[in-house]
């Protein structure tokens, strides 16, 4: 019976074993496990896993007490302060913990739902540090997950048979993702796992991103170091970091069979890295492979000087000098470029960084709570580009916002005792700890630097992996003792080296010895180094870890599947939105489930889509109150019900705000379009009850998210349902900070300033589009012609890049606004001009503007110069030739074409002018 039970234990070891090892593998396919159903499903297979390894928390040999585990708790640590930051406090409290945070629920709130209270009316002033505590729970549950998957990776994992497979399997697992995503790039045509469709960013392998790619081979780089280490180590008994190894030492492992795989893995993965294209997978394998070999770590004196100049050096010279290779990942390897906005100057990091950074202080000093940077960073927008950045590419930075000083203090603590851990394991006197220390010297260098530049480890399949072989690391190196300069033995501290790793029964113990013989160089005569065995002790230690760790993780299971629904209904929801017209039935089936899942978990998310649902059966409803009686009538009674026709021609219906004067007596009179526009509208119809639960939804979901864009954004298109002008200019102003850096959002919100007869709102928007981009010039000024009483000086910034989009834009009406263009004549500058062709194309423009002034004299010197700088330029001369003549001076103008043609004796079109010119009277 006892030996069943013993043959079953292992079993049972062998299959969690099995299960972690292939875990990253799998998940990856998943665009790397970003899905919430992958994420759950690995939540499970990591609770499944972590149960079939409780059995051994009985055995003596297995090493399951609080040091052992110190990662697993460490990490509940963190997890505890997270799900700190998730809680309702008092918000006196949280105005001291995190001001942002603070701000974000009163602020930001208050002007549109109106004042906290601690009665029963109006908003409660209990609320949590987070500012999206739904999105908290979320990653709080993964960072439970990976807590769990630590504690049972460093139980499974203290066999040297099972860290070998770890080691192969994360080293085939990579290679795998490798060979697919080179085979992809050769032959992009084949589609084999959809990522033809995936329109952001750029893939690689199964991966969306192809630096989060790069992170998973670095792991496989790493985990194949280490079992060729491990390989190198146990067949000749030298350390690849020793300095006394050399390079010809490598050719005994050409005839191992053991090393072919890690071999294989090491080529595969180091080809993706070069041609995947992430520049900073490439300077953080330098690194890790400089730490991995003991250039930099070892002690050797002023001698390791010199080294770390080189490597800098080469970092340096990776990521500025441009390389003439067919390598994508060696051709970004430039800093440096004007032409190129994928480098390091010019790819929206820096800004982002330093919006990210500013929005990180606000938050001081408890941070903004986990998984919401993408709302945390957008109350600081000021350089930042176009897109809405999720993620800061910089996870630490990232991590600075969220968990603010505590999450400093976590990492520094999980950095620190990872290097411990590896500086243990240089004492001990098993190859595969050495292999296992190779591996994670690289893995850990590779990640500190690599997620300087991106955020790759959040990506689950990354996570996963890291989480594994971190934990074990941390186990192993607890399990050594430090070396003694004697042979002398302590009590049963002492394990032989062939027995290291072993779980104590014979049928194990024997398998080793036959496997794998340590030769005597293994074990210097200098050191002796001891691997801890634990005796007969109370069980009651290695229970209470497992209960610490594995009663948390039910509940964060739960979590992963709740959002695992969410995300499958609301999914299906809005698919049914997306659709062409999609039947109210098909949207009202989806109601019911919702309206219970939001009451159930107050997900934002939920809410969303519950608001968007509604607006659309609003418009339905509306749509049947004009009784269409032929298919044009129907399409043209649904078009009027989109959210900014709707709103617009609510507006344009208010009389009271459109004669509503401004602050600065300005009087928002409606346009002669717009009375026009008003004689068109019928007398106004009863709401649909829907709209009123568009906006309520809406609401809710600011309740708990408080810096939500798209919440806000819906209740401004629904401002004819609450019908309070403040409140509308509150949203307006805080969508313009939301969205400060994004110059289409601006345009709209301009836009829609404008439609609420808001003009002052209006012309600060513009004004602040164009200072952002000029190249919207011409789009801002073909605005405002529905707005005459608006001066244009007052929307055009002062600089010559404004006022020339603008002369140009203006040179083309029938009927410029003179007085502002004679002010952009003047401000032109051309004298500023860079370039040659710059000032000539700046010269032509200035004799365009002169010309519709009518300053034609001036106009025509202008001309003069253009062509002096540009002199090939044939259109530019028919130009010149042209308005010479319509302004009577023939002479001048026959002259210019004849001195042209002289110039330009293959051009026909001056042939047609002299001969019009000479023949007329």
Known sequence: MKTIALLLRQLSLWASACILTALPCVVAFDYGGIHPWAQWASGVAVLVAGVLALPSIMDREIQGGPRFHWLAIVLLGWAAFAWFQTLPLPGSLVSILSPGSA??????????????????????????ISIDPASSRHTLAMLLVVATLAWT????????????LLLAGLAAGAAVHAGLGIFLLISPESDLLGMNSIDLGIHFAAFINRNNAALMMNIGVGASLGALAWRLSALIGTEVDDENFEVNDLISLASDRDSSVAVISLVLCTAALLVCGSRGGLVSAVIGLTLALGWIRARRGTTTIPVII????????????????DLTSLNRMELFSDQDESTLLNDGRIPLWSDSIAAAITYLPTGSGLGTFADAHLTQLAQSSDGWAHHADNLWLEMFTEQGIPGVIFISVLLVGMILSLNKLDDSPDPVDHGLRVAGWYILGSLAVS?????????????????????????????????????????????????VGNEGNENDESENAENEELPS?????????????????????????????????????RVLQSDAHIDSLTQTAQGMLNQSGPEPEQLESVLAPLESLAKQTASPIVFRILSDIHFQLARYDEVLQGSPQTTAQLRSLYLQTAPAVRRLKWHR?????????????????????HEEAEKEIVSPQPLSPHYAASLQHAESELRVRPLSREARTA?????FVYTDPTRTRAILNQLCTLYGTNSTALRQLAQLSLDSYELELGVTYLKQLLERQPSQTAAALKMLEAYPELSLSSVVPPSPVNYRAAAKYLNTRPAPDLVFLSQALDGLGCDQSETISERASCEELWADTAYVLKRYQESFAGYERAIRLDAKNVALRLKLITRLGAQHQRAKALSEARNAKRLFPDEERFDGLIEQMANRP
């Open 103 to 128: 701000a974000a629920y009163t602020t930001w709130l208050d002007p549109i739902l109106g004042p906290q209270s601690d009665g029963t009316a109006g908003r409660s002033s209990m609320h949590p």
């Open 153 to 164: 990776s460093a139980t499974v994992f203290q066999n040297r048979k099972r860290l070998v």
């Open 310 to 325: 080189a490597i800098i050096s080469i970092a340096v010279a990776m990521l500025i000098v441009p390389f003439n290779l």
């Open 451 to 499: 997620q300087f530049f991106d955020m790759g480890l959040i990506i689950p399949a990354n996570l996963i992996a890291c989480a594994i072989i971190l934990s074990v690391i941390a186990t192993r190196g607890i399990m050594v003792l430090p070396s003694t300069p004697d042979a002398r033995v302590r009590g049963n501290e002492l394990q032989t080296p062939d027995s």
């Open 521 to 557: 160089a293994a074990l210097p005569i200098a050191r002796k180094p001891r691997i801890r065995f634990q005796a007969q002790k109370s069980p009651l230690p290695p229970i209470a870890v497992a209960c610490i760790v594995f009663l948390p993780s039910l509940w964060a299971y």
């Open 653 to 673: 219906s208010n009389a009271s705000l459109a004669t509503k004067p401004s602050s600065s007596g300005v009087s928002h009179a409606v346009g002669v379009e």
């Open 715 to 719: 209740s401004l298109y629904l401002d």
